[in-house]
T-cell receptor
Framework: GAGVSQSPSNKVTEKGKDVELRCDPI?????LYWYRQSLGQGLEFLIY????????KSGLPSDRFSAERTGGSVSTLTIQRTQQEDSAVYLC?????????????FGPGTRLLVL | AQKITQTQPGMFVQEKEAVTLDCTYD???????LFWYKQPSSGEMIFLIY??????QNATEGRYSLNFQKARKSANLVISASQLGDSAMYFC????????????FGAGTRLFVKA
């Protein structure tokens, strides 16, 4: 596609439920990032995928958070047993993966509200 | 450890005037990249400008320029001829050159452009 897409755009869930957030990167981009942005805050790195390499999971805040990337394209971020503090905007970004430092192109985000 | 500091939570500028948004960083890596992103109220993250640590010239992109002072570890964004549409949050970010993972973002500066 023309840009990074994310779904759903908004998600309201009850505490304790699991949620899945989807990211579809720019076609051909091998690098994919997930970030979390709490209200009024900067971006917090969660996880990074690059091609077939093992992902960098160093930013995941707890073992309730996991992410996978199937076929080197679409990625799913899963939050199990959601808590109210998980409420935030979850942003996905992709880059070409061809160079060491690259511009990341961001999706519109998924706004998650945990009641 | 890498760190990005944006000391201005909010800034006001008169339309058509220039404004400088401050960013300082800390890293022990010799090679790194610095980015500025704009986030309007709509929530999307828009790439503005990039500066590599070994670049001799300051980066420029239209009305945006990056005042890169390596010895001081500062990468200030200068917006010339401010427009009402420039009102947004602005984030400074840094990535290592040897792998674009775990990009660190600053807390952001909210810019208000007055008519």
């Amino acid at each position: 596609g023309a840009g990074v897409s994310q779904s759903p755009s908004n998600k309201v869930t009850e505490k304790g439920k699991d949620v899945e957030l989807r990211c579809d990167p720019i076609s051909g981009h091998t690098a994919l990032y997930w970030y979390r942005q709490s209200l009024g805050q900067g971006l917090e790195f969660l996880i990074y995928f690059q091609g077939n390499s093992a992902p960098d999971k160093s930013g995941l805040p707890s073992d309730r958070f996991s992410a996978e990337r199937t076929g080197g394209s679409v990625s799913t971020l899963t939050i199990q047993r959601t808590q109210q503090e998980d409420s935030a905007v979850y942003l996905c970004a992709s880059s070409s993966g061809l160079a060491g430092v690259e511009t990341q192109y961001f999706g519109p985000g998924t706004r998650l509200l945990v009641l | 450890a890498q760190k990005i500091t944006q000391t201005q939570p909010g800034m006001f500028v008169q339309e058509k005037e220039a404004v400088t948004l401050d960013c300082t960083y800390d890293t022990s890596d010799p090679s790194y990249g610095l980015f500025w992103y704009k986030q309007p109220s709509s929530g999307e993250m828009i790439f503005l400008i990039y500066q590599g640590s070994y670049d001799q010239q300051n980066a420029t992109e239209g009305r945006y320029s990056l005042n890169f002072q390596k010895a001081r570890k500062s990468a200030n964004l200068v917006i010339s001829a401010s427009q009402l549409g420039d009102s947004a949050m602005y984030f400074c970010a840094m990535s290592r050159f040897t792998g674009g993972f775990k990009t660190i973002f600053g807390a952001g500066t909210r810019l208000f452009v007055k008519a």
